[in-house]
């Protein structure tokens, strides 16, 4: 390798040129691809070296076919032909160690060659190598690159796919006791495993942890492993609930009432806030009318939920069907349900029911 600016440099680089156009628009099996791209990362800038002293040339390359193999040049001539840091994947780094022994400006370049023997469109990269105290004269190598341009042979590689996984529970978090089903969808694997145990590619299974629990799918092939974890939480029991609903703020709208409408109002509403942490599964009234110390039947209404609150109106017709020709007194309580069947019944209440005689 001779200093830049000789006659001989200006001739090699005259071919270097030409071969690196032939790279940029080949023809017929070496069409680069438009997604068959390499970059130079390092060396950064407009870098320097000692003559003699090795650097490194490190990038990265993508080949939406896998890549293959990394060609490195510098000055037109061939240097370095190897394999990336993962051959056959589409997207790799590479790296080389560079010794130029001569000073002088050099222009590196890097070509990468993709599993279908497609060349990808040169990059470069000029550099300046200084005098140094030690020259290292570079030894011809076993391997002949009489020609400035050699022929890259391409071997024969299974093309790659990466790995994909789905892996998800119905429910990944239970009561004690409970029982959920796993799935998973495997793709482009040779073997998995799951929690150790060789199960097939696509396929479910019923779990019933009796505490939480880690479940890992392992899927591996020949260039690949990939892990899935999944967690199911398995929650406390919950306690028993065997407390009555809470019945508060009952109340009436009419403090009395009359047994006729010519002499007023004839019904009341009664309105009251109900809880339980079980739920409310129902809320009803029960009255009846009291004259002169007899009582009239039970009867019993269903009272409208809004909220916490419970609400309902006492007609005159449904104080008839307690006692006819009522008067006197109304008498009422409240009923709460939860929904583990827990009663709850208010204290009695009452308003006075007069007597129209218009």
Not at 4 to 25: K, M, N, P, Q, T
Not at 162 to 172: K, N, V
């Amino acid at each position: 390798m001779k200093k830049h600016g000789d006659h001989c440099s200006f001739i090699r680089e005259a071919v270097f040129f030409l071969v690196i156009s032939l790279l940029v628009y080949p023809s017929c099996a070496t069409t680069a691809y438009q997604t068959h791209k390499t970059w130079i990362d390092q060396p950064f800038g407009s870098a320097s070296f000692p003559a003699g002293q090795p650097f490194v040339l490190f990038g990265h390359t993508f080949a939406e076919d896998g890549v293959a193999e990394i060609v490195t040049y510098i000055a037109g001539e061939p240097y370095n032909r190897f394999l990336p840091d993962n051959p056959g994947s589409d997207f790799s780094a590479f790296s080389d160690e560079v010794l130029i022994a001569e000073p002088g400006t050099y222009m590196l370049s890097v070509v990468s060659v993709d599993l279908q023997g497609n060349l990808a469109p040169a990059v470069f990269k000029e550099i300046t190598i200084t005098a140094g105290d030690q020259f290292i004269q570079l030894q011809d190598t076993a391997e002949s690159w009489d020609s400035p341009m050699p022929t890259v042979e391409i071997q024969e590689t299974e093309s790659y796919a990466p790995i994909e996984i789905s892996f998800w529970a119905d429910s990944e978090q239970l009561q004690q006791g409970g029982c959920t089903t796993l799935h998973w969808e495997i793709f482009h694997a040779d073997t998995v495993t799951l929690q150790g145990n060789v199960v097939a590619m696509s396929d479910s299974m019923q779990i019933c942890p009796s505490t939480t629990s880690n479940y890992t799918l392992i899927a591996s092939s020949a260039l690949d492993r990939v892990e899935k974890h999944l967690d199911v939480d398995v929650l406390p029991p919950t306690p028993e609930d065997t407390q009555p609903p809470e019945i508060n703020n009952i109340s009436h709208t009419q403090q009395e009432i009359w047994n006729y409408q010519t002499c007023g109002p004839v019904e009341f509403d009664v309105r009251a806030q109900v809880n339980d942490p079980s739920g409310i599964d129902e809320v009803t009234i029960k009255f009846r009318v009291v004259k002169d110390g007899n009582p009239g039947v039970w009867v019993t209404a269903s009272m409208n939920k809004s909220g916490d609150w419970y609400q309902t109106t006492i007609s005159a017709a449904q104080l008839k069907a307690s006692m006819d020709g009522y008067r006197g007194t109304v008498e009422y309580y409240l009923r709460a349900l939860d929904r583990v069947e827990n009663l709850a019944e208010s204290t009695l209440r009452s308003l006075p029911v007069k007597d129209c005689l218009l």
